[in-house]
């Protein structure tokens, strides 16, 4: 059996919930249904997401708004955010585990995270980009921190909680498979509806 990297425990743990409470607002739903409606605008409708690392499905909450017959499923590490995130797409789509471990047989039109690779072990991170390219047939969207080489930044005085650096461009070198379609950022400061200074890239499979 796999042993759980630190950082896993970290986000199963009391700093999973505590992250519950911060993250629940209507504004975060406000500004989450401005960014989708920016993303998703570049590619065809998708009609399955899946999103890893859902926490208690903020994001989609805003895609089901967006997309009222949209498929959703997630996987969330924290039991205490799924048992939220079971009541926004069901029981049956949302799956507890890391993602490293689930098992998922299903493909789905549109695979993305939002402030989740940032908080993974670097250690770790070519095996999740296999999971986003196996479980997408057609778009993987990373909403992340960027940084052109990788860094390690303090979170909340935690060390080794949060790494920045190009996902993106480091999935498709590894995946050349996938093309970017489009990407953006999203400001902190925005007056009607901020996000945590993140940078997103929307890329689809062209083979």
């Known amino acids: ?4 990297s630190e950082q896993e ?5 009391d700093f999973g919930v505590d992250y519950i409470e911060r993250n629940g607002s209507d504004q975060l739903l406000a500004s989450n249904l401005a960014l989708f409606s920016k993303i998703l605008a570049s590619s065809d409708y998708p009609k399955s997401v899946l999103e890893l690392g859902a ?7 805003a895609l089901q708004l967006l997309f009222p017959d949209q498929k959703h499923s997630a996987v969330e590490i924290n039991p205490q955010a799924c048992d939220r995130l079971s009541n926004v797409i069901g029981e049956e789509n949302a799956f507890l585990g890391s993602i490293l471990d689930v098992t998922l047989d299903e493909k789905f039109d549109l695979v993305f995270t939002k402030g989740v690779l940032i908080h993974i072990n670097p250690e770790h991170l070519t095996a999740v980009y296999k999971r986003m390219f196996d479980w997408s047939n057609r778009y993987v969207l990373m909403i992340e921190y960027f940084n052109p080489t990788p860094v390690t930044v303090s979170y909340r005085g935690h060390k080794d909680r949060l790494f920045k650096r190009d996902f993106a461009g480091e999935f498709m070198d590894i995946y050349p498979d996938f093309s970017l379609v489009d990407y953006g950022f999203s400001y902190r400061r925005d007056p009607c509806h901020p996000q945590d200074d993140v940078t ?3 890329m689809e499979r062209t083979q």
């Open 1 to 4: 059996m796999r042993e759980s």
């Open 9 to 13: 425990e970290f986000w199963r743990q």
């Open 55 to 61: 926490n208690i499905g903020m994001n989609l909450r």
């Open 200 to 202: 997103w890239f929307l």
